[in-house]
């Protein structure tokens, strides 16, 4: 959550403050923005004219209750403009970079795993049905509330829930398999209960 100091900071025009936001949310953002076009250059642009009609109109935000949700949400906003045109579509369809950034600087726990683990843990996540997978994101990487992300995504709290519902269940199936295969440095099967405690997102598997 974006503190009031923070945002004040910015609506009085420090850009010291106002980088720190863009540090803090640019990744995650730029992850989001991804999700909807497909395209790395276009998912940035994006951001970066989200972010930079933040700080032009920076006097407005002591004015916005939650910060955090009206970046998701203008994000969203900017890409279903993008979306609208045949134009753009077509452009993203011909170009489109499957490529996405890494998410370790968001969940830390993250480096603790084997190189492969991550792998197949985010292969499982690109797996998931879109709003599945948007959904997942917001809740166990961006750490938002339920009720935040229903706003972001325009769905009821009870959707979210069922959504990644789905999403979990579908992770595990993905991941039980190759989990229960993996030895350990005692020789003993690594099961999910044994990584539960580094990556919080797999807490629900045990």
Not at 52 to 65: A, G, H, N, S
Not at 161 to 173: F, S, T
Request: proline share 3%; with cysteine.
């Amino acid at each position: 959550m974006i503190n009031i100091t923070l945002k004040n900071k910015i609506a009085e025009g420090d850009q010291k403050a106002f980088s720190e936001l863009f540090h803090n949310y640019f990744h995650r953002l730029f992850r989001f923005a991804y999700d909807f076009v497909k395209n790395n250059e276009i998912a940035e642009e994006i951001v970066e004219d989200v972010f930079y009609k933040i700080w032009e109109k920076r006097e407005r935000l002591p004015q916005i209750d939650n910060l955090e949700t009206y970046l998701y949400v203008a994000v969203k906003n900017h890409s279903y403009n993008f979306l609208k045109s045949p134009k753009n579509k077509l452009f993203v369809s011909i170009s489109g970079n499957t490529y996405q950034i890494s998410d370790a600087h968001i969940n830390p726990e993250k480096s603790l795993l084997t190189k492969e683990l991550q792998q197949k843990i985010d292969l499982a996540i690109d797996q998931l049905p879109e709003k599945c997978r948007m959904v997942f994101n917001l809740v166990k990487e961006d750490g938002l509330k339920y009720k935040e992300v229903a706003k972001i995504m325009d769905i009821s709290t009870k959707t979210v829930e069922n959504q990644l519902r789905i999403a979990l269940g579908k992770m595990n199936d993905m991941l039980k398999n190759y989990l229960e295969k993996q030895p350990n440095k005692k020789g003993r099967q690594i099961k999910i209960s044994d990584i539960a405690s580094l990556l919080p997102l797999l807490f629900i598997f045990i």
